[in-house]
């Protein structure tokens, strides 16, 4: 193997070397030089090739016979020398073994070289580590530290969230729990109070109902016995109830008008119309309510009614009543002789024909600024055509608002106002589902009344 070739085998391992591992490439590592024992080698070879040849010379007859006796003396000797030949080749072969042991003896220190960088790598990482090892289990024990203080510190909040909600808790539940005891308490009490007072009511309705029973049936005794001796109620009072002589009247005003206490609240409205004054005059008196009322306001005032039981009724209350028409009573009374004439469900009961003759009665008997409050049922209603005004027999004919109005101001009735009394939709309540400008129409009061001043 030539020299050259050899050289760039070693060149191109010794390439490879440092493109596998390039972390050494750069190291300093002696490495044997080989070259003079290949050159050696090579010129051993070249001699051991030469044994047996002849050096040439010019040509001619002598150097033909010089050469021909060198080949001769050559192969004459060839059996000395071979020895020496073999021993030559063996040397050859034994330096090529060494060159080959010195390369792996190179590519060995490079691996040890190698090994030596890893193994120096391995060093400054654990002098590293050692180095950086301090400082990181310092650090780790600090964070450890402000971990466990941040968990304290959470730990301390939520549980002074904990107690304050649960403080919090406690008092909201031990408020509401006064509270409920107070209600309930509260509550208690008002229940006791509220059923005291219903069996107080119901102990007084029971009484005032009994009360009334026994005076109704002693009221009945007294005008039986009064009628008889009297020979009988005048021709007008029988023509006037004549439709209700068949039946209990006082009975039917208590179901279908109300109880006193509900009449009386609806004639509060026209106390104002009569404080002050001194002679008032009740038409239709009935159960006395509005006698009741002048008298809680301290105004003089006296009834008049057909019915000789209602009559005994206002008596027995201690008002002021007599039984009487009220045609021939106005007729016998002096021209301006009242302050006020009060007449309350009376003038639909009268033939409307002599309506006109009532109110001009009326008129003429009140003093100048004498007041005049007339109720009836408000025909403007339709409600009261299908419930109350034909539930009595004793209606003849409703009376228009405007009727009443043109017959007060034709007769000198001053200063008129109607007033819309008992509003249908209280007493029905499907009349809600009417439009309400057609409910206002047609569905709007039951009753109404009128109010005026003599001029």
């Known amino acids: 193997m030539e020299s050259a070739e050899v050289v760039a085998i070693l060149r191109e391992i010794r390439e490879r070397v440092k493109a596998h591992h390039p972390e050494i490439a750069g190291a300093e590592v002696p490495l044997a030089d080989l070259m003079p024992a290949v050159h050696a080698r090579d010129a051993a070879l070249a001699k051991v090739a030469a044994i047996g040849t002849v050096n040439p010379r010019p040509g001619g007859v002598l150097n033909s016979l010089v050469q021909s006796w060198k080949r001769l003396v050559s192969r004459v000797l060839d059996w000395h020398v071979r020895e020496q030949v073999e021993y030559n080749r063996k040397m050859v072969a034994c330096i090529d073994t060494l060159i080959e042991a010195m390369n792996e003896h190179n590519r060995s220190l490079v691996e040890i070289a190698r090994l030596l960088g890893v193994v120096q790598e391995v060093a400054d990482l654990r002098r590293h580590w050692a180095e950086w090892r301090p400082d990181w289990e310092r650090k780790l024990h600090e964070y450890e530290v402000q971990f466990l203080r941040a968990i304290a510190d959470q730990q301390s909040a939520a549980q002074f969230r904990v107690d304050l909600m649960e403080s919090r808790f406690r008092d909201a539940l031990h408020v509401q729990h006064n509270e409920f005891k107070t209600d309930l ?83 509060q409205m026209y106390r104002r119309c009569f404080e002050g004054r001194e002679n008032v005059l009740d038409i239709g008196c009935g ?56 007449c309350s469900q009376v003038i639909e009961h009268l033939p409307p024909e002599r309506l006109p003759e009532m109110l001009k009665l009326c008129a003429s008997r009140l003093r100048r600024n004498g007041a005049i409050a007339i109720e009836t049922p408000n025909p403007e209603c339709l409600a009261i055509f299908a419930t109350h005004f034909y539930l009595d027999p004793t209606h003849t004919r409703p009376v228009p608002p405007a009727l009443l109005a043109f017959y007060l101001e034709e007769f000198g009735i001053g200063r008129i106002e109607v007033h819309r009394l008992s509003p249908a939709l209280e007493s029905m309540p499907p009349l809600a589902e009417l439009p309400a400008g057609f409910r206002a129409a047609f569905f709007d009061t039951l009753d109404y009344g009128v109010t005026g001043t003599k001029l």
């Open 185 to 267: 308490e509260r509550n208690a009490i008002d229940v006791q109070k509220r059923l005291w007072a219903d069996l107080e009511r119901i102990r007084l309705e029971y009484e005032r109902l009994i009360h009334s029973e026994l005076r109704t049936m002693r009221q009945r005794a007294e005008i039986t016995a009064s009628a008889g001796a009297a020979g009988g109620p005048p021709a007008e009072a029988s023509c006037a109830r004549s439709a209700a002589a068949d039946f209990d009247y006082g009975r039917f005003a208590e179901r279908f008008r109300g109880p006193e206490e509900y009449v009386r609240q609806g004639q």
């Open 287 to 342: 159960r006395g309510e509005f006698l009741e009322l002048m008298r809680e306001a301290g105004v003089g005032a006296r009834g008049i009614d057909l019915s000789q039981e209602s009559v005994a009724i206002c008596r027995h209350k201690g008002l002021e009543a007599e039984r009487a028409d009220l045609y021939v009573y106005l007729e016998n009374l002096p021209e301006a002789s009242l302050d006020g004439i009060f």
